[in-house]
């Protein structure tokens, strides 16, 4: 058997393996002109504020989660970030919360919430006026999408979806 013979279908095998992933987006650049990080995003769970939760980050195991509420009275959307291993509240720096929504991406505002400690430039708790949402969406769902979160400078960009449990 010839070497090309044996390195080529473990050539294959590498790229195939690494293409693979299901649990991995990656990312765009940031305005910053930095790479964005790439996102690992674990299955969901529920969370302590009656939303699903989300595991991000650029490691496993995961190191930052997200719990997004919504809120079929009001409409309102919370979204709540935090450490996993502590599961301290996590203050970010930056957030660009985009909902998918017929076929198309929408930029809601998201406000920041500040606990103690916390300024409204790096809040953990962040909250979308159900009135910034399409009229057609008033189930839960209907909520998916990505977020920009930037985090100690860094860009993570995991996705949420509301419509699994």
Same mark, same amino acid.
Not at 20 to 28: A, V
Not at 130 to 136: D, V, Y
């Given at each position: 058997m010839t070497r090309a013979a044996v390195i080529l279908p473990l050539m294959l095998?590498?790229?195939?393996?690494?293409?693979?992933?299901? %649990?991995?987006?990656?990312?765009?650049t940031s305005g910053t002109g930095h790479a964005a990080s790439i996102a690992s995003v674990a299955q969901?769970?529920? +969370?302590?504020? +009656?939303?699903?939760?989300?595991?991000? +980050?650029?490691?496993?195991?995961?190191?930052?989660?997200?719990?997004?509420?919504?809120?079929?009275?009001?409409r309102d959307l919370r979204l709540f970030f935090s450490r996993i291993q502590s599961g301290a509240p996590l203050p970010v720096d930056d957030l660009i919360f985009e909902l998918e929504h017929e076929?198309? %991406?929408?930029?809601l505002e998201a406000n920041s919430v500040p606990r103690e400690n916390e300024?409204? %430039?790096?809040?953990?708790?962040?909250?979308?006026?159900?009135?910034?949402?399409?009229?057609?969406?008033?189930?839960?769902?209907q909520i998916h999408g990505h977020l920009h979160v930037t985090i100690d400078g860094k860009e993570y960009i995991p996705d949420y979806d509301l419509r699994k449990r």
């Open positions: 095998m590498f790229i195939a393996a690494g293409c693979n992933s299901e %649990d991995q987006q990656l990312g765009e969901s769970k529920s +969370g302590t504020n +009656g939303g699903q939760v989300f595991q991000f +980050g650029r490691i496993r195991p995961h190191e930052f989660e997200i719990e997004v509420v919504f809120d079929e009275g009001t076929d198309r %991406d929408l930029i300024t409204a %430039d790096s809040a953990s708790e962040f909250r979308i006026s159900g009135k910034s949402l399409p009229a057609e969406i008033t189930q839960r769902d």
